[in-house]
């Protein structure tokens, strides 16, 4: 995976290990108390869903630190997914007003795969222009 990877590049396999390993056992308790103690699924897959969110963050953030990345292009990233996401949830709302069922969920499905397109384009064009600045100037 790319975080196996992303470790490997900086030869910090240990420190992917322990953050692999906490997160796995956090998963799993989060996973338990929503089905055992608050029965329910739906809080399962919402305590889930929080543990991912912060686990691929986690990860996120210790790689770019551990590769001495400019936090801030991480930073501007994280604003276009979410400008991107925004935008899909609100066309995706307008949309179920007027389609129901599996052609309401297809657009929005439709909507959300184009906001990753179009922020997988934003962050290459990005990253290709601050790489021409940074040949221009070398």
Partial sequence: SWRDRSFDIVSRQRLHFVIESIFTVMALLGLSIGIFIFRSVLIAIIIQSGVATVYYSCYLLVIYR???FNARNLAVSVVYWL???VVAVVLGSVVSVFLTGISGALIFGALILFSVG???FLTISRLKNEQEVSNRHD
């Fill in 66 to 68: 551990i590769a001495r």
């Fill in 83 to 85: 400008v991107a996401f």
């Fill in 118 to 120: 179009a922020y997988v």
